[in-house]
């Protein structure tokens, strides 16, 4: 698609997007929001501690009292609009024996320091260092990432472009962004060749048809991030706008608050949202959404470790075991571009596998906070835990679990 063209479509979708946003917004009263900062904060044992990056940057994070006999450290990464209590379940109902757990805040989320740009440079620099410091605080020998949604494309895009820093991924409703691109070109490809064909020994109907088979996940997509392209508007700012950005935080907390709610075993499990943030001003929103805005997806990330030893890495596949978790009912992503053929994206050191994919029905994009998802990334850690991963596979292994459905991606 020329880039004109692409352009202008971007800038419709998010002009309407705008309008749309804001009317609901001036429509709803407040209280979605005011749940979303006020909610009490659980009663947990873990600690609140700070971490001096040598970019001078302060990360907040949450964690247990460190387990010195443990040789796993597993990171958590949350995504937009949310803060390290997106975890704050899943870390006080893990096994406390099987690893260092660490949740911690994104750059201008949560209590962690903003940064100057939200660019690939500065945000990927900022996690990668923080991961490095993380892991010499624990002297473990493995480490697990977890990032759901922002957190996941943040992780794998670091992932992808360092070696051992890294030694499980799990993805948890997010994307890889070469593979999530690759597929929104082929499948716009795909429907370009059937109508560049035409109608030939089928019926016109059927001919259509064909067409929005190939695109129609293209088309969901688009539909799913309008507010991405809201975003992006170079007129948009969360003070002039405050009714639209509104409207999506009380989508936001709506939609997490029915995962809280497992309908299938009745089982509530406590409030963990987006809501805990330190900084919740119109001013701060800004920033936030400035991950949409500068690059982050896009940009290439030149302070990268290869980069400086004048190593020229392969940045579209992730270079270590990879585990993806997916709720399909996600009001973000579209499965069959998000998750369709990610095991070609995919290149672990060689005797290990490419790893797993679970698809979570009747689950939305806040899988965190869904008890069966919880149940899911447990047994992901016990199986790190226990590296059975030493075995070697060329395949992205589908294993189903109750409450799961498989599909072959390959």
Not at 14 to 43: F, M, P, T
Not at 156 to 174: H, K, P, Y
Not at 263 to 291: C, F, K, M, P
Not at 358 to 381: F, K, M, T
Request: aromatic share 10%.
């Amino acid at each position: 698609m020329p880039a004109l063209v692409k352009r202008i479509l971007y800038t419709a979708v998010g002009s309407v997007s705008l309008i749309i946003r804001s009317l609901c917004g001036l429509s709803q009263n407040n209280d979605h929001q005011k749940n979303c900062y006020k909610e009490a904060e659980k009663s947990t044992n873990q600690k609140s501690e700070y971490l001096r990056l040598s970019n001078g940057i302060r990360i907040h994070y949450h964690c247990l009292d460190a387990i010195e006999s443990a040789s796993d450290l597993v990171i958590f990464i949350h995504g937009f609009p949310d803060s390290c209590h997106l975890w704050t379940d899943l870390i006080n109902n893990h096994a406390r024996d099987e690893a260092n757990l660490v949740a911690l805040d994104l750059p201008g989320f949560g209590k962690s320091e903003g940064l100057s740009s939200y660019g690939s440079d500065d945000m990927l620099t900022t996690i990668y260092l923080a991961i490095v410091e993380f892991k010499k605080s624990y002297s473990c020998q493995h480490c697990i990432v977890v990032g759901h949604d922002w957190g996941g494309i943040i992780a794998s895009r670091i992932a992808a472009q360092t070696q051992g820093l890294i030694d499980r991924l799990v993805l948890v409703n997010s994307l890889f962004v070469p593979h999530f691109s690759h597929m929104i070109e082929e499948r716009l490809e795909m429907a370009g060749q059937i109508f560049s064909a035409g109608v030939r020994n089928q019926s016109y109907t059927s001919w259509l048809n064909e067409i929005w088979q190939a695109a129609s996940p293209v088309v969901s997509q688009l539909y799913k991030s309008n507010y991405i392209f809201m975003f992006q508007l170079s007129f948009f700012s969360a003070t002039k706008f405050d009714w639209a950005l509104k409207s999506i935080l009380s989508a936001c907390y709506e939609w997490s608050q029915a995962e809280i709610q497992d309908v299938r075993s009745g089982h509530t499990i406590g409030s963990s949202l987006a809501g805990h943030q330190h900084d919740y001003s119109l001013n701060a929103w800004n920033d936030r959404v400035r991950l949409y805005r500068e690059g982050l997806m896009s940009e290439p990330w030149r302070f990268a470790p290869q980069h400086q030893n004048g190593v020229r890495s392969d940045e579209k596949t992730i270079k270590c075991t990879t585990t993806v978790i997916f709720g399909l009912r996600d009001q973000a992503l579209n499965s069959r571009i998000a998750v369709d053929g990610i095991d070609a994206f995919i290149q672990p050191p060689t005797g290990h596998p490419k790893g797993c994919v679970y698809l979570l029905e009747d689950v939305g994009h806040w899988s965190p906070l869904n008890a069966r998802c919880i149940q899911v990334i447990q047994h992901v850690l016990a199986g790190a835990k226990s590296h059975a991963e030493v075995s070697s596979s060329s395949r992205i292994e589908i294993e189903t679990v109750q409450g799961l459905i498989s599909r072959d991606l390959l």
